[in-house]
């Protein structure tokens, strides 16, 4: 089975930086791709930013020009740079992976705990 730990997150003010990141462990054949999504209080979960193994990046409209994701595909890690943060950026950050396993033979989405980001105005 594949484990995502994430970590960094934490209380900032509002302009701040933080740097999460995550990492994928356990039987693992490949990643297609790492991405973070993130949920605020009360809504839904929506997608925040992801890159493929080849290093193409997609970024959600908030995080465009604030946020930039980066893989260590050696260390099977992906960081997530934010800066400028908002207090709207406020909400429970979750790592994702595309990922095929022994386990199973397939791509499947697998999801990490989850790590607090909390940004004071």
């Known amino acids: 089975q594949l484990q995502l730990r994430e970590s960094g997150g934490g209380l900032v003010r509002a302009g701040s930086s933080l740097r999460l990141s995550c990492t994928a462990s356990?039987?693992?054949?490949?990643?297609?791709?790492m991405g973070w999504y993130y949920q605020a209080p009360g809504k839904q979960r929506d997608f925040v930013a992801s890159?493929?193994?080849?290093?193409?990046?997609n970024y959600g409209d908030s995080a465009k020009g604030r946020f930039s994701i980066i893989l260590d595909d050696n260390k099977r890690t992906v960081y997530l740079q934010m800066n400028s943060l908002k207090p709207e950026d406020t909400g429970v950050y979750y790592c994702?992976?595309?990922?095929?396993?022994?386990?199973?033979?397939?791509?499947?989405?697998?999801w990490g705990q989850g790590t607090q980001v909390t940004v004071s105005s």
């Open positions: 890159i493929s193994k080849g290093g193409n990046t």
């Open positions: 356990g039987s693992i054949i490949s990643i297609d791709a």
């Open positions: 994702n992976a595309e990922a095929l396993t022994p386990h199973t033979m397939q791509m499947l989405d697998y």
